[in-house]
């Protein structure tokens, strides 16, 4: 393994109205060796109603009492911002002030050595322009690859981290982001590339139907060629995927849940490259997921009109 340089990126932690969520994330990253030295900036949203001000009082009282990491500053919205604008200015703001950002959402639980993977690849990969971010999730797919991490073409949102270098390639303007894609004729190559129809979440964005960051981020890097680093084990879990999230419905039958690596993930110089040999298995996986997709939407369904016994 080679030897990494020991510099530790600050957290960024968007928190909205889940509580129980929130505390497992925090309690999560108190395990990684590196929290103790680590900055976290904890962006905490407003309410969109005055249905949600107690509880999300009862997560801002939480976060005040949160120690354990070299320094906690907390960013408390006065009005609601949503997630993207949160993350969109978030991640410009530290980026700005500290070159480098490492973000989580409050409903990732990390294993105890994401934050000393997240670090090294940043480290290592720091003046690597061909390299726009860094992810901790991997799907629960089998690669048979003998490398520890790999690169592709799309990022991800679950535990990620990128460079101000690179993020400064974000646009987000969806519209002359689709029209790039268009009329260079790289829609198949765009949609090869995750779990979803990429263009039609982009155009759901253009539209107005979404306010997705992440499709304008993985778009701004698609454009520019980019690649990201993927672990083989995944560091990073969603606890998510139960109902309680503004963006998330919950899903009976989900395709997303991994084994958190229990041991290091040691990151080691291998070719910048797409890894293509690996989209079999990986559009294989995907499928599943769209079936699923389908299939969790039906029993929701199913459930909503009072036709489960």
Not at 25 to 53: C, K, M, P, V
Not at 148 to 168: I, L, M, Q, R, Y
Not at 179 to 207: C, D, W
Request: proline share 3%; net charge neutral; aromatic share 12%.
């Amino acid at each position: 393994m080679v030897e990494q340089q020991r510099t530790y990126a600050p957290i960024a932690l968007f928190v909205y109205n889940r509580l129980d969520h929130t505390r497992q994330t925090i309690n999560a990253l108190l395990t990684n060796d590196g929290a103790a030295e680590s900055h976290i900036y904890i962006f905490s949203d407003a309410s969109q109603n005055n249905a949600e001000n107690e509880i999300i009082q009862e997560v801002r009282s939480y976060i005040h009492s949160i120690d354990g990491f070299k320094d906690v500053t907390i960013i408390e919205r006065e009005v609601n911002f949503g997630l993207a604008r949160s993350v969109i200015e978030g991640v410009t703001k530290i980026c700005e002030e500290h070159g480098r950002i490492i973000v989580l959402e409050d409903d990732l639980v990390v294993s105890p050595y994401f934050l000393k993977y997240m670090n090294n690849a940043l480290n290592m990969y720091d003046t690597d322009s061909r390299v726009c971010s860094i992810s901790g999730y991997m799907y629960p797919v089998n690669l048979s690859i003998s490398e520890n991490t790999f690169f592709c073409k799309a990022p991800h949102s679950w535990g990620w981290a990128t460079w101000e270098v690179e993020w400064d390639l974000f646009n987000d303007d969806g519209k002359a982001l689709l029209n790039r894609i268009e009329s260079g004729n790289l829609t198949q190559s765009f949609e090869k590339n995750g779990p979803y129809s990429y263009l039609k979440m982009l155009k759901q964005q253009v539209a107005g139907e979404n306010n997705s960051w992440y499709i304008r981020w993985y778009a701004s890097c698609f454009l520019h060629n980019k690649l990201t680093l993927m672990p083989s084990k995944s560091l990073v879990q969603n606890i998510g995927i139960d109902g309680t999230g503004v963006h998330c419905a919950k899903w009976k039958y989900n395709p997303f849940l991994v084994e958190l690596a229990q041991q290091p993930v040691d990151v080691e110089f291998i070719p910048v490259i797409d890894r293509n040999d690996i989209y079999g298995v990986m559009t294989k996986y995907h499928r599943k997921v769209r079936r699923l997709r389908v299939l969790n939407f039906v029993y929701r369904l199913v459930n909503s009109l009072g036709l489960k016994k």
